[in-house]
């Protein structure tokens, strides 16, 4: 079995920063891109930063510059620092990962069960 498990979100003012947090445990060989979706109600979930096990990094276009995207391979952990956060970022924010249980998989897609984020303006 494999679970993500997102911590860090809460509510926050416009302007200001969070850091979120996923791990991932259970019965994992390797872990190749990790990333961030946010889904905000009435929304679709939409993709919000990704970093792969070569650690390059790809930001959706309304939070470049504003949010950076990490990982530690020795705790399968990563990371999205949030700064300059406005209204519009609150959502719940679910973590990502494309995870091979042995040599052999090709790796299955796996989620977390959600952290929100709420930024009041």
């Known amino acids: 079995q494999v679970q993500l498990v997102e911590s860090g979100g809460g509510l926050v003012q416009a302007g200001g920063s969070l850091r979120l947090s996923c791990a991932a445990s259970?019965?994992?060989?390797?872990?190749?891109?990790m990333g961030w979706y946010r889904q905000a109600p009435g929304n679709q979930r939409e993709f919000v930063a990704a970093v792969t096990s070569g650690e390059i990094t790809n930001y959706a276009n309304s939070v470049k510059a504003r949010f950076t995207i990490s990982r530690d391979n020795a705790k399968r952990t990563v990371y999205l620092q949030m700064s300059s956060l406005k209204p519009e970022d609150t959502a719940i924010y679910y973590c990502?990962?494309?995870?091979?249980?042995?040599?052999?998989?090709?790796?299955?897609?796996?989620w977390g069960q959600g952290t929100q984020v709420t930024v009041s303006s």
């Open positions: 990502n990962a494309d995870i091979k249980q042995s040599r052999w998989d090709y790796g299955n897609n796996y």
């Open positions: 259970g019965s994992i060989f390797s872990i190749n891109a």
